[in-house]
């Protein structure tokens, strides 16, 4: 099974393949700043925590899941706004 995450720009924010995480695969300023939880084939919990947002940082991001023939089983969109305490 393999989860991705991309951003509004297409961009790799997260992989996780093969029982973990992919970081090789990630945009370079995503690394060190992704989390997913790393019993996600058991809670079926495909979250992803991002560290240290920024104001470009929102949008819309897309989760993939693939089967091992590479086959798409799941797409979800989410949107996300920052906001920001006055």
Not at 11 to 24: A, F
Not at 39 to 66: D, E, M, Q
Request: glycine share 6%; charged share 30%; with cysteine.
């Amino acid at each position: 099974v393999k989860v991705e995450w991309r951003d509004r720009d297409n961009r790799t924010v997260h992989v996780y393949r093969n029982g973990s995480d992919q970081p090789g695969e990630q945009n370079q300023i995503y690394r060190t700043r992704t989390k997913m939880d790393e019993n996600l084939l058991k809670t079926k919990n495909l979250s992803l925590t991002l560290r240290r947002p920024t104001r470009r940082g929102g949008g819309t991001y897309t989760c993939r899941v693939y089967n091992r023939d590479g086959d798409m089983l799941m797409e979800k969109q989410v949107q996300w706004i920052l906001v920001v305490p006055h």
